[in-house]
C-alpha cells in the first residue's frame, strides 16, 4: 500500500531563513505528488504539485519542490520564511488508476520565529 | 478548479445522536472523497463515493457508522452516527479536478465536530 512520511512533526526557523521541509513516498509506480498548506483553523490549501515534467515545481507564496524518483522523495524547500509561513504542511501523494484517493502524509508544523 | 460548498461549517452534538454533512460541488464530478481530520492529526481518508454505487470505505471505517449518499454528480453527504467523544474531529470533503487540462484535489472547508 502506498504511503507518505514525513520525517519531521515540527520545524523551527527564524524569519528569513531558508527551510526544507521533507517528504518521502513509498511507491514502485508512477504518482502524482502534492504540498498542501493548513494554516491555523482554516481548511487546505494546495501549494504545488507534480504530475509530469520538470523534477522542480513552483508553487505559491515562493515555495518549491524537487521531485526525486531514484529516492522517492518530494521536498519541499523556500529560500526565505516569512512569520506568516507558520502553518501546518501535509504532504499527499496520488497512486492514480483506477483509485485516485490522496493519501496524505503527517504534517510538518513550520514554526516562523521572529 | 471546482469549488465547494460545505456545510455546517461547525457543530457540537450530544453524544449518541448524528449528523449529516453535506457537499456541494460546482461542476459534475466523478469521485468525491470524504476525509476526517482528528485533532493534531493528518487526514485520513473515510471513503469514497462514485455516483450510483455504494461508497467504498477504508479499513476501520464502516457503512454503519459513516453511512454516505451520493445521489447526482454534484453532491454528497456523510452522516456520522451514534456519535462519541472520539468523533470530535474536522470532516473534509474533497474531488478530485480535471478540468482545464490541470489535474488535482479541492476540498471543503470542512466541518468542525464537536461531540459532548
Known amino acids: 500500500a502506498q504511503s507518505v512520511t514525513q520525517l519531521d512533526s515540527q520545524v523551527p526557523v527564524f524569519e528569513e531563513a531558508p527551510v526544507e521541509l521533507r517528504c518521502n513516498y513509498s511507491?514502485?509506480?508512477?504518482?502524482?505528488l502534492f504540498w498542501y498548506v493548513q494554516y491555523p483553523n482554516q481548511g487546505l490549501q494546495l501549494l504545488l504539485k507534480y504530475l509530469s515534467g520538470s523534477t522542480l515545481v513552483k508553487g505559491i507564496n515562493g515555495f518549491e519542490a524537487e521531485f526525486n524518483k531514484s529516492q522517492t522523495s518530494f521536498h519541499l524547500r523556500k529560500p526565505s520564511v516569512h512569520i506568516s509561513d507558520t502553518a501546518e504542511y501535509f504532504c499527499?501523494?496520488?497512486?492514480?488508476?483506477?483509485?485516485?484517493?490522496?493519501?496524505f502524509g503527517t504534517g510538518t508544523l513550520l514554526a516562523v520565529q521572529p | 478548479s471546482a469549488v465547494i460548498s460545505q456545510k455546517p461549517s461547525r457543530d457540537i452534538c450530544q453524544r449518541g445522536t448524528s449528523l449529516t454533512i453535506q457537499c456541494q460541488v460546482d461542476s459534475q464530478v466523478t469521485m468525491m472523497f470524504w476525509y476526517r481530520q482528528q485533532p493534531g492529526q493528518s487526514l485520513t481518508l473515510i471513503a469514497t463515493?462514485?455516483?450510483?454505487?455504494?461508497?467504498?470505505?477504508e479499513s476501520g471505517f464502516v457503512i454503519d457508522k459513516f453511512p454516505i449518499s451520493r445521489p447526482n454528480l454534484t453532491f454528497s453527504t456523510l452522516t456520522v452516527s451514534n456519535m462519541s467523544p472520539e468523533d470530535s474531529s474536522i470532516y473534509l470533503c474533497?474531488?478530485?479536478?480535471?478540468?482545464?487540462?490541470?489535474?488535482?484535489?479541492?476540498f471543503g472547508s470542512g466541518t468542525r465536530l464537536t461531540v459532548v
Open positions: 474533497s474531488v478530485e479536478s480535471t478540468g482545464g487540462g490541470s489535474y488535482g484535489y479541492t
Open positions: 463515493a462514485n455516483q450510483g454505487s455504494e461508497a467504498t470505505y
Open positions: 499527499a501523494v496520488s497512486p492514480g488508476g483506477a483509485t485516485n484517493k490522496l493519501i
Open positions: 511507491s514502485s509506480v508512477s504518482v502524482y
